[in-house]
């Protein structure tokens, strides 16, 4: 094949091996999937730009991860069973063979844990920054996929895991706060799709999304969709050792939990009849579900509460790219 | 919705406009999708770079149509039938809100002409060049899509509309050739993705791909898919009259039909019997089909041969990225 331009011995080389059923060895114009019977698809894609969504020194097994889990997070969020991807990649020219080969080596590793293959993608070279997409299927039953819309007045909020450990981790990966066993940079480096949780919740949680750009605007688009309103107890906010140690250190950092983006754990809204079946299946899953608060009727917008009930101001916004 | 950072106010104003079933609004984690029933997904992706796949100054209309255009012609080519997209955007910080309205303006118009609608997607910031990515969806019955491998010896190679103006447009809409009406240009900027053609060839042709890095290197994939050599007369690869006059001006530019890029015509086989069909089923659709020469055993590879049937030597490979 030495007469083909490199573009198509790196994919040979490198993306060819990460191919499934339907991706007709990535030398075809299109993959060809027979969609599983009597499931409906959900499809979701996000994109992530090197210096922005992660850290161009990051370690390159990380990146291909993180590019796959934060799609996973998005199926998890509707309640789906992951399918396939489609990626594609925009590498810097310079790029080297070895760096590839590393970043492919973590997505075999991340389709092994999470039983999907790559479909197709396309290979691209820039002048700017590695830029990379990824378009994830996957399928639920008909109508059953979780969504935003469904929580009513009276639902708990819950989230999954602990909050906050994306946004510090990425602090820690810049050096700019201790993290000795490095837990915190590998949550923001290596987020955690809650996939099995999001399909235990089928049939469970009146209402779902992923925790991506901080706690308290994604719960605004919750309550948006909704029609109705949330209220937060910031103590009941499930934080990690790591990130109570290092807001001990720094109390500058204690909003941080509340408005920093890259959670990648599961909000979700349930009746208060639900709880202990909502504990049993995340106990199940090996997955921790902690009650943050609960809906309320009215402007359908997110309230952080103290202990004594009063309102808690936070820095405006979550995490915006404009 | 003041409230909201303005990434989501752009989503809001620009591209939800687009969504259509399936989307849920743009505002939930993932679309959800019932697949057509009894028929196979055909699903592909490609991505765009400003300065690389389209020029930073081009009409921004015309940067979302070939987004969308570049790939249809992937489901042309495997004969199906759109569906709908997921696109990714990356976009500089400084981007003007009525940039992002003409390019939305261009996907709208081809929505309308090809039949479908966004899924879903992603918008972020970049600090590097406009990066753009798209997943396209479609669908075929169960085993009819066009695949490379399946063209065979003594089947005739066909090729539609006309081959080189996409190569030529860029120099046209470079300024460095003369292009007084605009077409060669125009060419480059919006690619006729042949999909009323592709459909028509299901059951015609016995392997098909699109023209997207070069004549003879795309060839050159498609012999090696199916295992088998290919040999094209030079004479008779159909070329614009546009494309015509340009060479006519500078003899220098006549081998760029063979290698240049940026056509998104049809190539494909079918065996001489069923010459007169294709005719028939490429005028019903209003599509130039013209056959450029014939697949032949031995060695899979495409050789590009005078009137004499002695062979021409191009410039080396096509359009590679590294």
Not at 221 to 231: D, F, I, N, P, T
Not at 291 to 296: K, N, S
Request: charged share 20%; proline share 7%.
């Amino acid at each position: 094949m030495s007469d083909l331009p490199p573009e198509f011995a790196l994919i040979g080389r490198h993306f060819r091996p990460l191919a499934g059923e339907g991706a007709l060895d990535l030398t075809d114009d299109a993959a060809v999937l027979a969609p599983p019977a009597g499931r409906e698809l959900v499809i979701a894609a996000d994109a992530m730009v090197a210096g922005v969504h992660f850290l161009a020194d990051d370690p390159p097994e990380t990146i291909g991860r993180k590019l796959l889990r934060v799609n996973l997070s998005d199926l998890a969020a509707m309640g789906a069973v992951p399918l396939g991807y489609l990626m594609t990649t925009a590498f810097p020219k310079d790029i080297e063979d070895g760096w590839i080969a590393r970043f492919a080596a973590g997505l075999a590793a991340d389709q092994r844990e999470f039983g999907l293959s790559v479909l197709g993608g396309d290979t691209v070279g820039t002048p700017g920054p590695m830029t990379l997409s990824l378009t994830i299927l996957g399928h639920v039953a008909p109508g059953a996929a979780l969504r935003r819309a469904g929580a009513r007045p009276g639902d708990d909020l819950w989230v999954s895991g602990s909050i906050g450990d994306g946004a510090l981790g990425l602090r820690a990966a810049r050096g700019q706060l201790p993290d000795t066993d490095g837990f915190l940079a590998g949550r923001y480096r290596v987020p955690q799709p809650r996939v099995a949780l999001g399909l235990a919740l089928v049939g469970l949680a009146t209402a779902a999304m992923d925790v991506s750009d901080g706690l308290m605007q994604d719960l605004g688009h919750l309550c948006r969709a909704s029609g109705c309103g949330a209220e937060v107890l910031a103590d009941a906010v499930p934080l990690s050792d790591a990130a109570r140690a290092a807001i001990a250190v720094d109390p500058g950092l204690r909003p941080l939990p509340f408005g920093g983006g890259d959670d990648y754990e599961l909000l979700f809204a349930a009746p208060p009849a639900k709880a202990q079946e909502i504990q049993a299946a995340a106990a199940a899953v090996g997955i921790a579900a902690t009650r943050i608060g609960r809906f309320v009727a009215g402007h359908p917008a997110a309230r952080l509460l103290d202990a004594k009930g009063a309102e808690v101001a936070l820095p405006r916004g979550g995490w915006s790219h404009f």
